[in-house]
């Protein structure tokens, strides 16, 4: 094991599972930095395109790497292991970051150590940004997962012991702003323009059908065919009907989409009696789930965590996070270690 100055745990992480190459350095549990490169590249695309992304985080991986070792404060010899993003992602991404780690790893003579993309999303609730008190969930906790790929409900029992109780049977939440938001003419990804524009509108104007699916389960494509056909049975009256009723277009739907991911995690409450709830993945970004989320807190008594918006998103903190942890349970990776596309927890 490789001991550093005052006996500090510095972890390098890495993350390429998609469109974002990420390098962040936590020292002892408290992030010292973390560089993300969004690429611009997929937005005349409208969707990511997986082969630019691999080229891209081809390009980006050194530089975004060496600029997080210089934020941190400390040279390469300080690292005391790496952590990088196993999957779920795109296949050619996530080879670009984990072909780095090893080779970083080989060079420096230090740990390697693989990540779950979806259990650091849900361990970037302990992400600290100074040696200080924080208040984390106690075990067991629920942890509201919702990006562009993912809509689940996890129970976590402890730090690698998490169990999904709920999830979509279809698209994801964050797939149904960007394609609700694509037929509207907004630009990828579409949830962060849909909520700004929501701000100006009213919530309450369109009413858009809410699937019934049974136990925790969570669907999304049956909103996108319906605001489909409710948009191209409107402009055949009005061919200015989107543009006319954005606001009240993008308000109505993001309250239906906060609507279904929050009653489905009341029904998780109740059904484990468990008060202590966390919010993950980049849809977790979204004001109005925050403060429906505090609503929903203040009414049933829950405890909530909701992480800072940098660490909701695809980053490296969490993979460093995640890494730390499975460091201090020396959890290492051997080298023939290759990447999944698809993973569960
Ligand atoms: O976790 P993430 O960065 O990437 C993965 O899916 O892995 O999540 C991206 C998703 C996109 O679908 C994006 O539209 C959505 O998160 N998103 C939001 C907001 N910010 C990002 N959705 C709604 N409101 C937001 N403010």
């Given at each position: 094991?490789?001991?550093?100055k005052?006996?500090?745990?510095?972890?390098?992480?890495?993350?390429?599972?998609?469109?974002?190459?990420?390098?962040?350095?936590?020292?002892?549990?408290?992030?010292?930095?973390?560089?993300?490169?969004?690429?611009?590249?997929?937005?005349?695309?409208?969707?990511?395109?997986?082969?630019?992304?691999s080229?891209?985080?081809?390009?980006?991986?050194?530089?975004?790497?060496?600029?997080?070792?210089?934020?941190?404060?400390?040279?390469k010899?300080?690292?005391?292991?790496?952590?990088?993003?196993?999957?779920?992602?795109?296949?050619?991404?996530l080879?670009?970051?984990?072909?780095?780690?090893?080779?970083?790893?080989?060079?420096?003579?230090?740990?390697?150590?693989?990540?779950?993309?979806?259990?650091?999303?849900?361990?970037?609730?302990?992400?600290?940004?100074?040696?200080?008190?924080?208040?984390?969930?106690?075990?067991?906790?629920?942890?509201?997962?919702?990006?562009?790929?993912?809509?689940?409900?996890?129970?976590?029992?402890?730090?690698?012991?998490?169990v999904?109780?709920?999830?979509?049977?279809?698209?994801?939440?964050?797939?149904?702003?960007?394609?609700?938001?694509?037929?509207?003419?907004?630009?990828?990804?579409?949830?962060?323009?849909?909520?700004?524009?929501?701000?100006?509108?009213d919530?309450?104007?369109?009413?858009f059908?809410?699937?019934?699916?049974?136990?925790?389960?969570?669907?999304?494509?049956?909103?996108?065919?319906?605001?489909?056909?409710?948009l191209?049975?409107?402009?055949?009256?009005?061919?200015?009907?989107?543009?006319?009723?954005?606001?009240?277009?993008?308000a109505?739907?993001?309250?239906?989409?906060?609507?279904?991911?929050?009653?489905?995690?009341?029904?998780?409450?109740?059904?484990?009696?468990?008060?202590?709830?966390?919010?993950?993945?980049?849809?977790?970004?979204?004001?109005?789930?925050?403060?429906?989320?505090?609503?929903?807190?203040?009414?049933?008594?829950?405890?909530?965590?909701?992480?800072?918006?940098?660490?909701?998103?695809?980053?490296?903190?969490?993979?460093?996070?995640?890494?730390?942890?499975?460091?201090?349970?020396?959890?290492?990776?051997?080298?023939?270690?290759?990447?999944?596309a698809?993973?569960?927890?």
């Amino acid at each position: 094991m490789k001991a550093t100055k005052n006996d500090e745990i510095n972890i390098l992480g890495i993350e390429s599972s998609c469109d974002d190459t990420s390098a962040a350095i936590i020292s002892n549990g408290v992030i010292l930095s973390n560089i993300v490169a969004n690429q611009k590249v997929h937005e005349e695309y409208g969707g990511v395109v997986p082969e630019l992304a691999s080229r891209a985080h081809q390009k980006n991986i050194i530089p975004v790497v060496d600029l997080a070792i210089k934020r941190a404060g400390i040279s390469k010899t300080d690292i005391s292991a790496v952590a990088f993003t196993r999957g779920p992602g795109l296949l050619g991404s996530l080879l670009v970051g984990t072909s780095f780690a090893k080779g970083f790893s080989l060079a420096s003579g230090i740990p390697l150590i693989e990540v779950n993309h979806l259990e650091a999303h849900v361990l970037a609730i302990f992400i600290r940004e100074k040696e200080e008190e924080y208040s984390y969930p106690d075990f067991p906790f629920l942890c509201l997962l919702v990006s562009g790929g993912n809509s689940q409900i996890i129970l976590v029992r402890n730090y690698f012991d998490m169990v999904i109780i709920g999830q979509t049977i279809d698209d994801a939440a964050g797939e149904a702003f960007d394609k609700c938001a694509k037929v509207m003419g907004l630009p990828y990804p579409g949830g962060p323009h849909v909520e700004k524009l929501a701000k100006k509108g009213d919530p309450l104007r369109f009413k858009f059908a809410k699937p019934r699916i049974a136990g925790l389960d969570y669907s999304f494509s049956g909103l996108k065919t319906s605001f489909l056909y409710f948009l191209r049975d409107n402009l055949k009256e009005n061919k200015n009907f989107i543009e006319e009723n954005k606001a009240d277009l993008c308000a109505s739907l993001q309250l239906t989409i906060v609507d279904i991911l929050i009653n489905k995690l009341k029904k998780a409450a109740r059904q484990t009696g468990i008060r202590e709830i966390t919010i993950a993945g980049g849809v977790s970004a979204n004001l109005k789930l925050r403060h429906s989320l505090e609503a929903n807190a203040d009414k049933y008594d829950w405890n909530i965590y909701i992480p800072k918006f940098e660490y909701t998103m695809d980053n490296a903190a969490m993979i460093a996070m995640t890494g730390y942890f499975k460091y201090l349970e020396r959890k290492f990776t051997g080298y023939d270690v290759v990447p999944f596309a698809r993973t569960q927890l």
